[in-house]
């Protein structure tokens, strides 16, 4: 053990490598390459040894001393994800809970763009890998049967919605790979077997979108809220908190109401006479000055607002280690989620961070619509966030740094980055500061939509006309409810709405993660600020806050309070 300081560390790297060999594609994720040629089993009988293994490793660690607060916080997080996540998995619900943002099937196209793709070597990887997603998928096709046969479902939508995800892949997604990657490591598509193996994958996509259809959906739910038993699980799984839903509602439709009332401020100003926030949106999108076009220029455009980020803010409100001041910019695969996304640095920091932007085919972009996104996605976000932990290795353990994520944390703190942008001067511009508030009025309504949906809440009284719906007062949320209000009060394309209200529905309290993350933060930097007036120092505030890991928001408050300056 003369290698990691604490008991608690090295039992925290040996997880890490076993639960890496359980799951080939986290290992990958995590930059852990010995599996790179292998996908995962997703049958019930491997998640019912998962189960087995996770109360293994719990009763373990129960029994593990901590030497100081750094293992305290350690064992802290760790116990705590172990256990919700073993809460999710006995019950079934994480096998039957899938959308098109997390499944199976996407795990599977995604760790193609996470892997090394450079010698033969990797291509011989990469063959191995294609050919084993016929089985991977069948294992889940199987755990499918075997569910919907005891009667634990998933809803129609989500299994309707990954069908036509897998048709998307089934369309030639996985011999493209094989193209791309013989191509990058140097050798012929053909003869290295990587086009048959990518080809046969594309193959068992589409047989899998069909029985999807023709056979689960008609078992699936017909119904799409999963109701208070499920949610709360799933809110302490994303958000690592005690919650109080009715109040979170409560509160999310009030932040709601004051971020509509400072977008009709400036609305004003973008676009006099506008009788709709739609409007603004639409003059603004028609301002040739505020539009890139083509994907290489839009890429470009984005890494620049990670550069200039970083210029901005390095020395002054943050030190940002040499080895992570590249955070890339690549457009997503076809068939993701309609909203941009970040995947972190490999663990050795070979791979560099990487923010994604899925184009759903347009050509033309609006910048106002993006600007605090990135900041949100890179620095000071989720790339400042994830490169520090994984920079952390004395004060965090292994599974701090690579299974530790929590989406209220995460989630939270890139929200406060966007803000903190806003308040630093980085969105004075009334264009970028529209897209701002877009942003802050859709979190805000997906703590309305989700826990409206999921608990089949009455809409506020005061809710009024919702684009082409009439007054929707006490109405029951719905899908298309929920649809119109990220449309009409927080300025979303309709294609992106539908996905994204097909997200909520999929991962139940997650969505909710952001808004309240970042109102935990904001209350901890406030609480720091009064308690230690004058001698306050933000930066240093931050430093303290990443350095610690990612945790669950409860605990977060504990350990901010313990910020001394």
């Known amino acids: 053990m003369a290698e990691f300081r604490s008991e608690l560390f090295a039992f925290a790297h040996r997880y890490i490598d076993e639960a890496s060999r359980r799951s080939p594609i986290e290992a990958t994720d995590r930059g852990i390459a010995d599996y790179d040629d292998r996908l995962d089993d997703f049958s019930r009988d491997h998640a019912l040894d998962e189960e087995v293994f996770l109360r293994s490793t719990l009763r373990e660690l129960e029994h593990i001393e901590v030497l100081d607060d750094l293992d305290r916080i350690g064992k802290a997080v760790m116990a705590e994800r172990l256990a919700t996540t073993l809460r999710l998995v006995e019950t079934g619900e994480q096998r039957r809970t899938f ?36 089985r991977a998928l069948a294992s889940w096709r199987q755990a499918l049967g075997e569910d919907s046969g005891a009667g634990l479902v998933a809803a129609r939508r989500q299994c309707l919605g990954v069908s036509r995800q897998l048709d998307t892949y ?24 990587l086009l048959a193996a990518g080809a046969d994958a594309d193959r068992a996509c589409g047989e899998l979108a069909e029985w999807m259809r023709d056979v689960y959906a008609p078992r699936a739910d017909p119904s799409d809220p999963v109701g208070a038993e499920r949610y709360g699980p799933w809110t302490s799984f994303y958000n690592g908190a005690d919650l109080d839903v009715a109040e979170l509602y409560d509160w999310g439709w009030e932040e709601l109401k004051r971020i509509n009332a400072r977008m009709w401020e400036i609305g004003a100003d973008l676009a006099p006479g506008a009788e709709r926030l739609h409007d603004v949106a639409a003059a603004l999108d028609a301002d040739e000055r505020r539009v890139v076009h083509g994907t290489d220029a839009l890429l470009q455009e984005l890494r620049s607002l990670t550069d200039g980020a970083i210029e901005m803010l390095e020395g002054v409100h943050f030190d940002i280690d040499e080895r992570v001041r590249v955070c890339e910019a690549r457009l997503a695969p076809e068939g993701s989620m309609a909203a941009p996304y970040y995947t972190g640095p490999s663990e050795d920091l070979t791979r560099p961070g990487i923010t994604w932007y899925p184009t759903l ?83 805000a309504a997906r703590v309305v939509v989700d826990v409206g949906m999921h608990l089949s809440l009455p809409a506020p009284k005061d809710i009024g006309r919702l684009g082409p719906l009439e007054d929707a007062a006490g109405r ?23 996905s994204e209200v097909d997200r909520y529905l999929g991962t139940p309290g997650q969505a909710i993660a952001y808004k309240v993350g970042e109102r935990v933060w904001l209350e901890c930097r406030e609480e720091a600020r009064r308690r230690l007036g004058a001698s306050f120092d933000l930066k240093a505030w931050h430093a303290y806050g990443l350095k610690l890991g990612p945790m669950g928001l409860d605990p977060l408050v504990e350990e901010m309070r313990r910020f001394s300056g």
């Open 170 to 193: 089934a369309s030639g997604a996985f011999a493209g790979i094989a193209r791309r990657v013989a191509s990058s490591c140097g050798v012929d598509a053909e003869e290295s077997g």
């Open 476 to 498: 029951v949320w719905d899908a298309e409810m929920a649809v119109a209000l990220l449309v009409e009060r927080a300025l979303v394309a309709n294609d992106r709405a539908v």
């Open 361 to 443: 085919g347009h050509t033309s972009f609006s910048m106002w619509r993006n600007v605090s996104t990135w900041y949100h996605e890179s620095v000071p976000g989720h790339h400042l966030q994830v490169s520090t932990s994984l920079l952390e290795k004395d004060r965090q353990t292994r599974f701090q740094r690579l299974d530790g994520f929590v989406s209220g944390y995460g989630e939270g703190w890139a929200l406060y980055a966007e803000r903190l942008m806003e308040e630093l001067g980085a969105l004075d511009d009334l264009g970028n500061e529209m897209g701002y508030l877009s942003k802050q009025a859709m979190r």
């Open 99 to 134: 959308s098109v943002l997390h499944s199976p099937a996407s795990a599977v196209r995604n760790v193609f763009e996470m892997q090394a793709a450079e010698t033969p070597e990797h291509a011989e990887n990469l063959r191995a890998r294609l050919q084993d997603v016929r």
